[in-house]
């Protein structure tokens, strides 16, 4: 692998591979290697470095990370297949190459905020409080004509069967 690692976190959900090399932060920060789009995230979230025993998490922020379904309180010797859990975002440790489908990805980049997508206006349309009142409002409104319906049918068959 050109990349010089010789283990990966590996993010399935968005098929992507960090390689650890050197000391890899984990964090919602643009100064962190991997960087995770989550508001439940803490800037500098966790560390993972190398040392003399292999690889060892680190949790650094105030936000709960698990290994295993373990909350991490103190460093943690990280293993084949261990899962680690931030926020939404499941990372899994592997001293395998991954595979060709893929992304390798050294570092993520924050997205300038002058080069970031404004939501566009249907989006804002839709997020409208109005919009979304009248939404609630449409679907109530479908609700009651068919609960209508089926009492003026029901009342019928009673009228029918009583002839």
Same mark, same amino acid.
């Given at each position: 692998?050109?990349?010089?690692?010789?283990?990966?976190l590996?993010?399935?959900?968005?098929?992507?591979?960090?390689?650890?090399?050197?000391d890899t932060?984990i964090?919602?920060?643009?100064?962190?290697?991997?960087?995770? #789009? %989550?508001p !439940? &995230?803490?800037r500098?979230h $966790?560390?993972?470095k190398k040392?003399?025993?292999g690889?060892v998490?680190q949790?650094?922020?105030?936000?709960?990370?698990?290994?295993n379904?373990t909350?991490?309180?103190a460093?943690?010797?990280l293993?084949?297949?261990?899962v680690i859990?931030?926020?939404?975002?499941?990372l899994?440790?592997?001293?395998s190459a991954?595979?060709?489908e893929?992304?390798l990805?050294s #570092? %993520?980049? !924050? &997205?300038?905020?002058?080069? $970031?997508e404004?939501?566009t206006?249907?989006?804002?349309?839709?997020m409208?409080?109005i919009?979304l009142?009248?939404?609630?409002?449409?679907f109530?409104r479908?609700?009651?004509i068919?609960i209508l319906?089926l009492a003026?049918?029901?009342?019928?068959?009673?009228v029918l069967?009583a002839?």
């Open positions: 692998m050109t990349s010089g690692a010789d283990a990966w590996v993010d399935e959900r968005w098929f992507k591979a960090y390689p650890l090399v050197g932060t964090g919602r920060s643009a100064n962190c290697t991997i960087i995770l #789009r %989550d !439940a &995230v803490s500098v $966790a560390e993972v040392q003399a025993n690889y998490l949790h650094r922020g105030s936000a709960v990370t698990t290994l379904e909350r991490v309180t460093e943690r010797v293993h084949e297949g261990d859990d931030i926020g939404v975002t499941t899994r440790f592997t001293m991954p595979t060709g893929m992304f990805v #570092r %993520d980049y !924050a &997205v300038p905020s002058d080069k $970031a404004a939501p206006r249907p989006t804002l349309h839709a409208h409080p919009t009142v009248s939404r609630i409002s449409v109530w479908r609700i009651l068919a319906l003026m049918l029901l009342f019928l068959l009673a069967g002839l």
